[in-house]
T-cell receptor, first 113, second 113 residues
Framework: GDSVTQTEGQVTVSESKSLIINCTYS????????LFWYVRYPGEGLQLLLK?????QKGSSRGFEATYNKEATSFHLQKASVQESDSAVYYC??????????FGDGTQLVVKP | NSKVIQTPRYLVKGQGQKAKMRCIPE?????VFWYQQNKNNEFKFLIN????????QIDMTEKRFSAECPSNSPCSLEIQSSEAGDSALYLC???????????FGPGTRLTVL
């Protein structure tokens, strides 16, 4: 079936340092799934951070970037300089041919001042 | 920001009791999804609707869960006889079209004692 893997349960980064959160996917129901990063800030609901629907393209939002790498089946999230306000849980996800979303288990980002 | 409303935010039930939660999708969104996020942060698609019609649902939903999206009323998800394993965050999402971006509500956290 379709699935998403995030290897890190928690990542701790000092403010102004760079960030990468790894994500790989497996899509059996659809050749080119839409890929997403969702974020849940403390006390808030799940919200879309960015999405990419075309292989090879890059999505960006709020300083975060992710590139749809079809060959490596990866969609890693990166940011050049994190801020304390970026502390949140980040979920990598894909949607199948019926637009059902499959989420990874999430990565808790802790940004130290 | 999402305008999907979910009530109640917290729900506590005993084993064997019914548990019912509601969702008001964003205005004008005819497509509604329900997901379950368990204590291990694993998400599971449960069911989705377009207007009042069920599009897809998983086996679990067919057996102990019932859901509906009546016209001019909130959508609802009800567990007929709650089990401890049903303790989870239940997320409702809505979208404008079946293949479009989903907007998530804050969720209903169900605890089954």
């Amino acid at each position: 079936g379709d699935s998403v893997t995030q290897t890190e349960g928690q990542v701790t980064v000092s403010e102004s340092k760079s960030l990468i959160i790894n994500c790989t996917y497996s899509a059996t129901s659809i050749g080119y799934p839409n890929l997403f990063w969702y974020v849940r800030y403390p006390g808030e609901g799940l919200q879309l951070l960015l999405k990419v629907i075309t292989a090879g393209q890059k999505g960006s939002s709020r300083g975060f970037e992710a590139t749809y790498n079809k060959e490596a089946t990866s969609f890693h999230l990166q940011k050049a300089s994190v801020q304390e306000s970026d502390s949140a849980v980040y979920y990598c996800a894909l949607s199948d041919s019926n637009n059902r979303i499959f989420f990874g288990d999430g990565t808790q980002l802790v940004v130290k001042p | 920001n999402s305008k999907v409303i979910q009530t109640p935010r917290y729900l506590v039930k005993g084993q064997g009791q019914k548990a019912k939660m509601r969702c008001i999708p964003e205005k004008g969104h005819p497509v509604v999804f329900w997901y379950q996020q368990n204590k291990n942060n694993e998400f599971k698609f449960l069911i989705n609707f377009q207007n009042q019609e069920v599009l897809q649902q998983i086996d679990m939903t067919e057996k102990r869960f019932s859901a509906e999206c009546p016209s001019n009323s909130p959508c609802s998800l009800e567990i007929q006889s709650s089990e401890a394993g049903d303790s989870a965050l239940y997320l409702c999402a809505s979208s404008l079209y079946k293949d479009y971006e989903q907007y998530f509500g804050p969720g209903t956290r169900l605890t089954v004692l």
